[in-house]
């Protein structure tokens, strides 16, 4: 009984001083809760180590960008800089013939790919990654249309988050 009455008046003084999650991060950043409450911001990767190729890329060398990046897919962008569509493992499959390597990008990427705001729970960009149909492994984070980041499913194990 003690025990409750203190977790109660826990709760209380927490809320009352406007104690919420943000603030448990930063005192209690491990664990299941800690790693739910992480940014896509702070496990994005970011600057050289994002796939991304222009609309006029060669397949082949869209490839080689996804093969040097290692997230089995790259972004393709306009040229302002607008994530306008992603190419995955997926769509090589779904677009194998005998001239691929010389497609661009344009021809065989998927339109409009999934994306997050980097400020957004990085448990947010896993139910998108999980929860709706077709499944994906990853996601962009984007800024105004244009990608600044890309977080893998792997990154959410990684801290422990699936």
């Known amino acids: 009984m003690m025990a409750a009455l203190g977790d109660a008046l ?3 003084l927490l809320r009352r001083r406007g104690f919420g999650a943000a603030d448990f991060h930063v005192f209690h950043p491990g664990g299941t809760l800690g790693s739910a409450l992480l940014t896509v911001g702070e496990v994005m990767h970011a600057g050289d180590r994002l796939p991304l190729v222009s609309l006029e890329t060669s397949v082949g060398s869209a490839i080689l960008e996804m093969t040097s990046k290692g997230f089995g897919c790259t972004g393709v962008v306009d ?18 013939a005998e001239r ?3 497609e661009t990008a344009a021809a065989v ?3 409009a790919p999934r994306t997050i705001e ?3 729970l990085l448990s947010e ?12 492994t990853a996601i962009f984070a984007a800024d105004g249309g244009r990608p600044v980041g890309i977080v893998h499913l792997h990154d959410c194990l990684r801290v422990g988050l699936a």
Do not use: Q
């Open 10 to 12: 826990a709760v209380v």
């Open 79 to 96: 040229a302002d800089g607008v994530l306008v569509g992603i190419i995955t493992d997926g769509d090589l499959r779904r677009h194998m």
């Open 100 to 102: 691929l390597l010389e």
């Open 109 to 111: 990427m998927t339109r």
């Open 118 to 120: 980097a400020g957004a």
């Open 125 to 136: 960009a896993l139910r998108r990654m999980t929860d709706v149909a077709p499944r994906i």
